[in-house]
């Protein structure tokens, strides 16, 4: 998958492959520390160019992840608090320290391996308006394997897996927790933000596909491929 979003990445940009120096393999963007290593590996793979010494900032920052289901997790704006709240806020306000890019100069990209409609209406929307808000470069959003809104379980199922997902036999309300609440249902049987899709990914099952799925193997009634939570309950 990661060969596949690099040369994405390459054919996007027009730029020379990307090397593991310039990836910062986290959700966060690092600390001053790891900037530092960032700009010195930049610095010396620039200075054969006519780069004023100690000059040298990232102008292109690609963000890559495998899925996206819903969006809400990159960008959302809560209400209650009356702020934006996401990755997206914390890697570009970790972005304007200027330690790492030139803030008057520079793209940000999400490219995403796989991601539905709902998710990347929501991730524009939403990266729209919190960088206009404040004054920062928008956000491009690509997608390489785009999911469309009818792979939802949702409309036209026949009876028997309506009833199947429907039945309270299989699923555990307990699983909805403050995490699931955040996609603004109220019950977790059709999945995060009510997305209802039905698929799992090799190493992990995304809480946005149908509870039948992905629920825990700590909950009354074990999905068929329990995902692996990183929220854990002692």
Known sequence: MLD???KALAKETEVAPVTNDAIWNAYAAGNREQADNL???????????????GSAKFTLVWLMDDFSGSGNTYI?????QGRFK???????ERLHQGDLIDTAHYEVYLLLYVATRQA????????????????YKPLQVRVLCPIEPDVALVKNLPTGLQ??????KYYDPAAFTEHIEVGGTTTAQRGFADCALPIVLSHNT???????????EFHRFSGL???ISRHKEF
Not at 76 to 80: C, G, H, Y
Not at 86 to 92: A, D, M, Q
Not at 163 to 168: A, E, G, M, R
């Open 120 to 135: 990347i209406d929501h991730i524009e929307y939403w990266a729209e308006r919190f960088t206009s808000e404040n004054n």
């Open 76 to 80: 959302r704006f809560d209400s209650k």
């Open 225 to 227: 491929f329990p995902r």
């Open 206 to 216: 995304p809480n946005n596909s149908v509870y039948i799925l992905w629920g825990s």
């Open 4 to 6: 596949a979003l690099r």
């Open 39 to 53: 700009i010195e590996s930049l610095r010396l793979a620039s200075s054969s160019r006519a780069t004023p010494s």
């Open 86 to 92: 996401g990755k997206i806020k914390k890697i570009y």
């Open 163 to 168: 009833s199947i997902l429907n039945n309270p």
